[in-house]
T-cell receptor, first 113, second 109 residues
Framework: KAGVTQTPRYLIKTRGQQVTLSCSPISGHRSVSWYQQTPGQGLQFLFEYFSETQRNKGNFPGRFSGRQFSNSRSEMNVSTLELGDSALYLC????????????FGEGSWLTVV | AQRVTQPEKLLSVFKGAPVELKCNYSYSGSPELFWYVQYSRQRLQLLLRHISRESIKGFTADLNKGETSFHLKKPFAQEEDSAMYYCALSDNAGNMLTFGGGTRLMVKP
């Protein structure tokens, strides 16, 4: 079956703009989480959604937000982009909210100039 | 607060040599520990988890609660083991992963 799919794979934005990233989980998976990966900070948890509800949130400013739709697809949005938001954004899905293997997508590379 | 530390950013060994990637954690409860691997140009994927107590691709990892460690070991490294390895911890509910900084393993021929 298809893995976690993220779009777009690469994008370049200007400071102050906003960006929306999309994630389609593995079919049947209801939990979707997002991570930011940077050379300096490594992999950091952003938030997790389960059945359209945010269950957990990492230590990121309010400019970072997300949502999950009824078909479990998820989007994350970053407003008022800063240079430091340049990163690989990874989406991960699993069957339910606990105890199961988490599967990662290939990520969306965001460059802010 | 939970934290995962991988003290080595780079580990270089020769093919056939034993390899140990170190991972130490801090967590107040009973964590679940994982090793994830990322091969070149591939997505991050689960290598093993401590509750499974299994060996994957010859790798094993034992949770040592006394030393709060979860080191990854393989007796004989292969060139195809060259990759980035991340140790991760989740809380009891498994709702989020806290990752270490990663160790790049290079296996030389």
């Amino acid at each position: 079956k298809a893995g976690v799919t993220q779009t777009p794979r690469y994008l370049i934005k200007t400071r102050g703009q906003q960006v929306t990233l999309s994630c389609s989980p593995i079919s049947g998976h209801r939990s979707v989480s997002w991570y930011q990966q940077t050379p300096g900070q490594g992999l950091q948890f952003l938030f997790e959604y389960f059945s359209e509800t945010q269950r957990n949130k990492g230590n990121f400013p309010g400019r970072f937000s997300g949502r999950q739709f009824s078909n479990s697809r998820s989007e994350m949005n970053v407003s008022t982009l800063e240079l430091g938001d340049s990163a690989l954004y990874l989406c991960a899905s699993r069957w339910d909210s606990s105890g199961n293997t988490i599967y990662f997508g290939e990520g969306s590379w965001l460059t802010v100039v | 607060a939970q934290r995962v530390t991988q003290p080595e950013k780079l580990l270089s060994v020769f093919k056939g040599a034993p390899v140990e990637l170190k991972c130490n954690y801090s967590y107040s409860g009973s964590p679940e520990l994982f090793w994830y691997v990322q091969y070149s140009r591939q997505r991050l994927q689960l290598l093993l988890r401590h509750i499974s107590r299994e060996s994957i691709k010859g790798f094993t990892a034992d949770l040592n609660k006394g030393e709060t460690s979860f080191h990854l070991k393989k007796p004989f490294a292969q060139e195809e083991d060259s990759a980035m390895y991340y140790c991760a911890l989740s809380d009891n509910a498994g709702n989020m992963l806290t990752f270490g900084g990663g160790t790049r393993l290079m296996v030389k021929p």
